[in-house]
């Protein structure tokens, strides 16, 4: 899975997320951890998905995969740009950008399934989930 078409302009973006660097998220060098620019990366992919999902319900990671293009250093507040580049019928796919003062960091596509937890198998995504996805966070004819 490449990362090489995920768009590295903070405005083409459908949903920006804020965070804030952690002192904890970093080395003795004040340089971030790839673990933390993953957790960054979760974050804002929760913050679309959470509400969509039930008890029975749940969107799953199948394939993550990061390209790290700079270092992030603390303090930094940084902006995570989401937008979703395919709505299959049981999964959907995220592009992202991590941002700091407008500068692309890293970049991550991530695959996430649609499944039924206690069968633990992907389910077909309703037409209601599909169409607000597509409504609020369908990526742009521009990228």
Known sequence: MKNNNI????????DIFDE????????????VNNVSISR?????????IRNLESETYSFVIVNFNIHYIEQIFYPSKIKI?????NIGN????????LFVENTCK???KSILAYADIKESKAYKISED????????YGANDEI
Do not use: C
């Not at 804030?20 to 340089?31: A, E, I, P």
């Not at 990366?41 to 679309?48: G, Q, T």
């Not at 049981?90 to 992202?96: A, E, G, L």
């Not at 989930?129 to 609020?136: E, H, K, W, Y």
């Open 90 to 97: 049981k999964s959907i796919t995220f592009d992202q950008g």
């Open 129 to 136: 989930i599909i169409l607000q996805l597509n409504r609020l």
């Open 20 to 31: 804030n660097v952690r002192w904890g998220d970093t080395d003795g060098y004040n340089h």
């Open 40 to 48: 960054y990366f979760e974050s804002a992919r929760v913050n679309i």
């Open 106 to 108: 890293a970049t991550a």
């Open 81 to 85: 740009g989401t937008s979703i580049s």
């Open 7 to 14: 768009p590295k302009v903070l405005g083409s973006y459908k």
